[in-house]
C-alpha cells in the first residue's frame, strides 16, 4: 500500500522558512516524480512544484519560484519542500502526491494527509 | 489554462444521477483529470485523461469530453460520494485545477 507521510507544517512570521518533509513506503520512490500541491480556501488547489525521479528536472509554480526548492533523498524515500522567505499567500495544507507513472504527465495518483503551513505575524 | 467548474454545487438524492462540468479556457485536449475530496482527507485520483478510471474506482463513475468541455458522470449516487469533485489539466504547465463542485445530499 502507497503510504506518503508529510510533516514541517508550522506557524511561521512573514519572511522566515520552512522545511516540509514526505516520507513514502509501499512503491519503489526512486522511480516515480513527486509533486507538491497546496490547498487554501483562496486559492483552492494549486500546483507548486514537481522534481523528476533522479533530481535532473525540476519545476515552479511563479508564485513560488525563487523562493521555494524542492529536493529529494531517494535512499531515505523522502521528499523536501524547502521554503524561505514566506508570505501571508502561502498559507495553506500542504499536500504532497505521487504521479501515476514514469510517462503519465501530472497525474497524481496517491497523496498524503497534509501539512500545515500558516504565514502570519 | 483556467478550468471552469460547473455547478458549484449539486443538491442531489441518493440514487439519482450527476453530471458535473469542467471547461477549459483553452484545449487541453484528452488530458483532463478528475478527483474528489472529502472533508479532512487527501484528493483522490477517480478518473485520468478524460475517460480512464484509475484503480479500484466503481464503475459508477465515468468520465466523458474533449478539447475544452468535461463532463463527470456518476450514474447512481451512493452515500460515500457526497464530496467535492476537482477537474485538473495536465497538457502544460502549470497544471491547474478547477475550482470544485459540491455534490451534497438533498
Known amino acids: 500500500e502507497v503510504q506518503l507521510v508529510e510533516s514541517g507544517g508550522d506557524l511561521v512570521q512573514p519572511g522566515g522558512s520552512l522545511r516540509l518533509s514526505c516520507v513514502a513506503s509501499?512503491?519503489?520512490?526512486?522511480?516515480?516524480?513527486m509533486a507538491w500541491v497546496r490547498q487554501s480556501p483562496e486559492k483552492g488547489l494549486e500546483w507548486v512544484s514537481t522534481?523528476?525521479?533522479?533530481?535532473?528536472?525540476?519545476h515552479y509554480a511563479d508564485s513560488v519560484e525563487g523562493r521555494f526548492t524542492v529536493s529529494r533523498d531517494n535512499p531515505k524515500n523522502t521528499l523536501f519542500l524547502q521554503m524561505n522567505n514566506l508570505r501571508a499567500e502561502d498559507t495553506a495544507l500542504y499536500f504532497c502526491a505521487k504521479y501515476l507513472s514514469v510517462s503519465s504527465g501530472s497525474i497524481f495518483d496517491s497523496w498524503g494527509q497534509g501539512t500545515l503551513v500558516t504565514v502570519s505575524s | 489554462i483556467v478550468l471552469t467548474q460547473s455547478p458549484a454545487t449539486l443538491s442531489l438524492s441518493p440514487g439519482e444521477k450527476a453530471a458535473l462540468s469542467c471547461r477549459a479556457s483553452q484545449s487541453v485536449s484528452s488530458q483532463l483529470v478528475w478527483y474528489q475530496q472529502k472533508p479532512g482527507q487527501a484528493p483522490r485520483l477517480l478518473i485520468y485523461d478524460a475517460s480512464n478510471r484509475a484503480a479500484d474506482i466503481p464503475a459508477r463513475f465515468s468520465g466523458s469530453g474533449s478539447g475544452t468541455d468535461f463532463t463527470l458522470t456518476i450514474s447512481s449516487l451512493e452515500p460515500e460520494d457526497f464530496a467535492v469533485y476537482y477537474c485538473q489539466q495536465r497538457i502544460s504547465w502549470p497544471p491547474t485545477f478547477g475550482g470544485g463542485t459540491k455534490v451534497e445530499i438533498k
Open positions: 522534481i523528476g525521479a533522479t533530481s535532473t528536472k525540476t
Open positions: 509501499g512503491f519503489a520512490f526512486s522511480t516515480y516524480a
